[in-house]
């Protein structure tokens, strides 16, 4: 960063995320209170003014604060200081309708099979669709958004967990607690137009063909000389240009 000032309202900004309040950036931290950097700082690129964040900034932070507010762990961050993170609480009073996104990809077989965390320990649910699609659009630029029925996810035994104000987490939902989109209709196989089988001996109408073997021209006639020197490149003789002498010498 050009000035040490930046790199101060940038370890703040990541500190009240870290810290505070994960939920409302659309993040989830695992266990120990990490996240991964990634994951961080797509959310930071959603802020007006931020979408230049890179790594090396964070390293830069560790760098030139004295004190940074969070540490690293290879490809993981956390804040130093967890007292007043929200913790992952079950919960009963729930929205009647709860929101996710999947990929476009994954819509057919999440639509059969149900809805299983992919690359991560939870399935992040939202209670708001803006929320959903913010989460939804680091993994696809045009997500599918699924609905999920809140009362029939738990009277199939669903259960879920609270991560802040507006993010709940769960391990599956079946195919039957959810609606969404209709399924892409699968293209027919184009067909190629069918084409008979033509005989070898039928030739095309209005075509005139020689069948050699029944054709026997007198020998050393002028045709069949003709012939055989078409045929045969060897006894092709070149003709050298007469040359006609200038107009001036007749």
Not at 50 to 62: A, C, G, N, P, Y
Not at 165 to 176: G, K, Q, S, V
Not at 210 to 233: E, F, G, H, R, Y
Request: hydrophobic fraction near 35%.
């Amino acid at each position: 960063m050009a000035q040490n000032r930046s790199a101060k309202q940038l370890a703040k900004l990541i500190n009240y995320i870290l810290e505070r309040r994960p939920d409302e950036f659309g993040l989830v931290l695992d266990q120990n209170g990490y996240v991964k950097i990634k994951e961080l700082l797509k959310a930071i690129h959603e802020e007006d003014g931020w979408k230049h964040i890179r790594r090396s900034h964070l390293d830069e932070i560790m760098i030139t604060l004295s004190d940074p507010p969070f540490e690293l762990s290879e490809n993981l961050i956390r804040a130093r200081h967890r007292q007043r993170l929200p913790e992952h609480v079950l919960v009963k009073d729930l929205p009647k309708l709860l929101y996710t996104c999947i990929r476009q990809k994954a819509y057919p077989y999440v639509a059969d099979k149900g809805l299983s965390p992919l690359g991560a320990p939870f399935v992040i649910l939202s209670s708001t669709r803006e929320m959903a699609e913010r989460i939804g659009k680091r993994i696809d630029q045009a997500p599918i958004l699924l609905t999920v029925n809140v009362q029939q996810s738990l009277a199939n035994g669903v259960a879920f967990l609270q991560a802040g104000e507006a993010l709940y987490l769960t391990d599956f939902i079946p195919a039957n607690c959810f609606t969404g989109p209709p399924l892409p209709k699968d293209k027919p196989p184009v067909k190629k137009p069918a084409t008979a089988d033509i005989p070898a001996q039928q030739r095309p109408a209005g075509s005139f063909f020689v069948n050699m073997d029944d054709w026997n021209p007198p020998p050393n006639s002028a045709a069949k000389m003709s012939l055989k020197t078409k045929l045969d490149p060897k006894k092709i003789k070149k003709h050298k240009r007469k040359r006609q002498r200038p107009p001036w010498r007749r």
